[in-house]
């Protein structure tokens, strides 16, 4: 599990074994929610697998940020993939 961005109280991470098994995705959760609760998206086509413990307003807000910088995101996570070290992004 690598956190790879955080923006305001959110935790965008992965998981290792999904990066090597599943299309290219993220992991979110907020100061207040455990892993277990995470929501999910899709950087490919921005669709929510499952928004865990999140609201919707939440998810619009995160889908923002997450398209505003899905180039340096998918960066992190094909580095990781390749087994460069990832360095946490803070996103703006």
Not at 16 to 28: R, T, Y
Not at 51 to 70: F, H, P, R
Request: glycine fraction near 2%; include cysteine; proline fraction near 1%.
């Amino acid at each position: 599990m690598a956190t790879i961005a955080q923006w305001l109280q959110y935790y965008l991470f992965f998981l290792s074994f999904d990066v090597l098994n599943e299309p290219d995705h993220l992991h979110i959760v907020n100061t207040k929610t455990n892993r277990a609760n995470a929501a999910k998206i899709w950087l490919d086509s921005m669709e929510w697998a499952t928004i865990g413990n999140l609201s919707q307003t939440e998810c619009n807000k995160l889908e923002k940020i997450i398209l505003k910088n899905t180039d340096r995101l998918k960066k992190a996570i094909e580095d990781s993939r390749n087994g460069k070290k990832v360095k946490r992004i803070i996103l703006k």
